[in-house]
């Protein structure tokens, strides 16, 4: 480990001490290859130096200097991104992680989501909460038969549950350990918008659309009815090359966040997005379909309704050697509780089957998969599963 500032003063003058550099820094550093992670534990600030953060980059910035290493407190308080060249030292902007700063490009590195994880782990474990088994950012509190639930998205948190007292102290302990702002009631999450009404719960991305249909100019286009052409075959070698593949990964990417509330295209943005690498003109056609479906239905919601009989019932179905190119078959499943939707997939096998059954089959072993993953989760909300859960499959 690296201890003193003035280490820092150029490569080339860099003076290694073996008990305070250890091997993998210099080997990083002479051959520009990630540092390994530190296992070591800081006893005072800035006494833990580096970290796998972004591999040093090839090219030099503006100012001529050569991006190399992060520095990260022990106490996570701080990042600061230093660079160095020809003995040159300077330092960019520093961030609180805590302050909810997301779109500081200090913050865009790989290492600071899981350091901050480990940070509200750490606080949310010694409050009473327990990290759940199938979902490592769910955290869980019981006390007298109630809830109290912390679902954590890097520094987003959403807090549930029928435990008021505790709730309301969990924000007060959250206050005093890091910056943080209370938004009120749960209306508008990460793209996703909730709205509550007497029947029940609606979850939709509307707006979510309308920006991704202006992003792409298909705001005023014309509507259509299914996101798909029935029996179309998609093929990797049909129709022109694209030039400029980076707008069709955008528009796959951007489609992919929408199926978080729209299983009905699953399907199809699974198809598209399987030629993102070389994409065609047909592939970009099949995209702005599903675009024009979106218009079309861009009213759609999933509704959870209120005081119904909630078990967990599923469906699945494989559409046998439907990928042209490789005939592997397709899974897709959907799972229900109660009435609501709240799991659904559509995916490529991962090899090819040699009779319809064997594709049935393997579309009914993942959807079985998934119930147990499901069945695990309910036990971890405290709302145990003491039946069979039904999955009808299509053959």
Same mark, same amino acid.
């Given at each position: 480990?690296?201890?003193k500032?003035?280490m820092?003063k150029g490569?080339?003058?860099?003076?290694i001490?073996?008990?305070?550099?250890?091997?993998?820094?210099?080997?990083g550093?002479?051959?520009?290859?990630?540092?390994?992670?530190?296992?070591?534990?800081?006893?005072?600030?800035?006494?833990?130096v580096?970290?796998?953060?972004?591999?040093?980059?090839?090219?030099?910035?503006?100012?001529?200097?050569?991006?190399?290493?992060?520095?990260?407190?022990?106490?996570?308080?701080?990042?600061?991104?230093?660079?160095?060249?020809?003995?040159?030292?300077?330092?960019?902007?520093?961030?609180?992680?805590?302050?909810?700063?997301?779109y500081d490009?200090?913050?865009?590195?790989?290492?600071?989501?899981?350091?901050?994880?480990?940070?509200?782990?750490?606080?949310? =474990? +010694? @409050? /009473?909460?327990?990290?759940t088994?199938?979902?490592? #950012?769910?955290?869980?509190k019981?006390?007298? &038969?109630? $809830?109290?639930?912390?679902?954590?998205y890097?520094?987003?948190?959403?807090?549930?549950?029928?435990?008021?007292?505790?709730?309301?102290?969990?924000?007060?302990?959250?206050?005093?350990?890091?910056?943080?702002?209370e938004?009120?009631?749960?209306?508008?999450?990460?793209g996703?918008?909730?709205?509550? =009404? +007497? @029947? /029940?719960?609606?979850?939709?991305?509307?707006?979510? #659309?309308?920006?991704?249909?202006?992003?792409? &100019?298909? $705001?005023?286009?014309?509507?259509?009815?299914?996101?798909?052409?029935?029996?179309?075959?998609?093929?990797?070698?049909?129709?022109?090359?694209?030039?400029?593949?980076t707008?069709?990964?955008?528009?796959?990417?951007?489609?992919?966040?929408?199926?978080?509330?729209?299983?009905?295209?699953?399907?199809?943005?699974?198809?598209?997005?399987?030629?993102?690498?070389?994409?065609?003109?047909?592939?970009?056609?099949?995209?702005?379909?599903? $675009?024009?479906?979106?218009?079309?239905?861009?009213?759609y919601?999933?509704?959870?309704?209120?005081?119904?009989?909630?078990?967990?019932?599923?469906?699945?179905?494989?559409?046998?050697?439907?990928?042209y190119?490789?005939?592997?078959?397709?899974?897709?499943?959907?799972?229900?509780?109660?009435?609501?939707?709240?799991?659904?997939?559509?995916?490529?096998?991962?090899?090819?089957?040699?009779?319809?059954?064997?594709?049935?089959y393997?579309?009914?072993?993942?959807?079985?998969?998934?119930?147990?993953?499901?069945?695990?989760?309910?036990?971890?909300?405290h709302?145990?599963?003491?039946?069979?859960?039904?999955?009808?499959?299509?053959?």
């Amino acid at each position: 480990m690296m201890m003193k500032k003035s280490m820092l003063k150029g490569l080339s003058q860099l003076d290694i001490r073996t008990d305070t550099v250890c091997a993998g820094c210099q080997y990083g550093k002479a051959h520009q290859l990630p540092y390994q992670e530190s296992r070591f534990k800081a006893k005072e600030p800035l006494e833990l130096v580096h970290y796998d953060v972004f591999r040093p980059v090839k090219q030099p910035s503006i100012g001529g200097m050569w991006y190399m290493v992060t520095f990260i407190d022990d106490s996570l308080s701080q990042q600061r991104l230093e660079s160095m060249a020809d003995g040159c030292e300077e330092r960019f902007s520093s961030l609180r992680i805590g302050s909810g700063n997301l779109y500081d490009p200090t913050n865009r590195l790989k290492q600071a989501p899981r350091a901050w994880y480990g940070k509200i782990a750490e606080f949310l =474990t +010694q @409050s /009473g909460y327990l990290v759940t088994s199938v979902y490592f #950012s769910l955290f869980i509190k019981t006390n007298k &038969g109630k $809830l109290a639930i912390v679902l954590v998205y890097v520094d987003d948190l959403v807090i549930t549950g029928d435990d008021k007292a505790e709730i309301l102290q969990t924000k007060e302990n959250l206050s005093v350990q890091f910056q943080m702002k209370e938004l009120g009631q749960l209306k508008y999450f990460l793209g996703l918008e909730i709205d509550r =009404t +007497q @029947s /029940g719960i609606f979850l939709c991305q509307q707006k979510y #659309s309308e920006d991704l249909l202006k992003k792409f &100019g298909m $705001l005023k286009c014309k509507p259509i009815s299914t996101p798909m052409e029935q029996n179309v075959r998609m093929c990797a070698h049909e129709g022109k090359s694209l030039e400029d593949a980076t707008m069709y990964q955008q528009l796959i990417g951007s489609l992919v966040y929408l199926t978080l509330t729209r299983p009905d295209i699953s399907y199809a943005i699974s198809v598209i997005s399987q030629y993102m690498q070389n994409p065609n003109k047909p592939h970009l056609e099949a995209a702005r379909r599903i $675009l024009r479906y979106v218009k079309n239905t861009i009213d759609y919601d999933l509704l959870y309704k209120r005081n119904e009989d909630c078990k967990l019932v599923g469906y699945c179905d494989a559409d046998y050697a439907g990928d042209y190119d490789t005939r592997r078959s397709t899974t897709g499943y959907v799972f229900k509780l109660g009435s609501g939707t709240i799991s659904w997939c559509s995916k490529r096998q991962p090899t090819v089957s040699l009779s319809t059954i064997e594709a049935e089959y393997r579309a009914a072993a993942m959807a079985a998969q998934e119930s147990t993953w499901l069945i695990q989760l309910m036990n971890n909300l405290h709302q145990p599963v003491d039946y069979a859960i039904p999955v009808y499959c299509d053959n």
